[in-house]
């Protein structure tokens, strides 16, 4: 079993930033990449960013710049730096991570509870 808990959202003003934080635990022997989507009210959940094991990172279009993915291996744990936040950014933002199991072999796909980015003044 993978455990992500997530953390870091909240309501900033339009121009303002915040970090989020997605902890992974559990049976994990390796990860292979870790990544943030969103879901807005009533829309379909998008890609934001990945990064891979390596480092490799894929942002998506409407957030180059503006976001930054990191990630600390040795705490299998990503970040999502969100600078001049705008209100359509406002979504509920979760974490993925695929990696093998340590523990009974196989892969996993997991994805945390979500945590709500609200960009309002």
């Known amino acids: 079993q993978v455990q992500l808990v997530e953390s870091g959202g909240g309501l900033v003003q339009p121009g303002g930033s915040l970090r989020l934080s997605c902890a992974a635990s559990?049976?994990?022997?390796?990860?292979?990449?870790m990544g943030w989507y969103r879901q807005a009210s009533g829309m379909q959940r998008e890609l934001v960013a990945t990064i891979t094991a390596d480092g490799s990172t894929l942002y998506a279009d409407t957030v180059k710049g503006r976001f930054t993915i990191a990630s600390d291996n040795d705490k299998n744990t990503v970040y999502l730096q969100t600078n001049s936040l705008k209100p359509e950014d406002t979504a509920v933002y979760s974490c993925n991570v695929q990696g093998s199991r340590r523990y009974g072999g196989g892969t996993f796909d997991a994805w945390g509870q979500g945590t709500l980015v609200t960009v309002s003044s």
């Open positions: 559990g049976s994990i022997f390796s990860i292979y990449v």
